[in-house]
């Protein structure tokens, strides 16, 4: 199984940036952000590629949002920049797949970090 540890969340204000990176025991998986709100269901964010050459994105955060991540190192990260109060989520790393370019989450998880955005 794959260990993951997200880090980099906390408190914003709206237009505000953070950098969300999930350090892994391994590098050779498909891998994704999701998000739950309170009172919501978990959601997708992003997807990525093995290779990091494929990304996909969420409509409510394309274009905001940018997935990347660093084989080397072994980490996955999340650039959010124009934070909205809607994007106030725990946020979870993923190891998932792609089907026709969708993202279908896995069951490993991380503990997930605390994003909140304020008005």
């Known amino acids: 199984q794959v260990q993951l540890v997200e880090s980099g969340g906390g408190l914003v204000q709206a237009g505000g940036s953070l950098r969300l990176t999930c350090a892994s025991s391994q590098s050779n998986y498909v891998m994704g952000w999701l998000r739950q709100a309170p009172g919501k269901e978990r959601e997708f964010v992003a997807g990525i590629s093995v290779s990091g050459i494929f990304t996909t994105y969420s409509e409510s955060v394309k274009g905001r949002f940018t997935i990347s991540r660093d084989n080397a190192k072994k980490t996955l990260s999340l650039q959010m920049n124009n934070l909205e109060p809607e994007d106030t989520a725990v946020y979870y790393c993923?190891?998932?797949?792609?089907?026709?370019?969708?993202?279908?989450?896995?069951?490993?998880w991380g503990q997930g970090t605390q994003v909140t955005v304020s008005a």
């Open positions: 993923n190891v998932g797949r792609f089907s026709s370019e969708v993202y279908y989450a896995g069951d490993s």
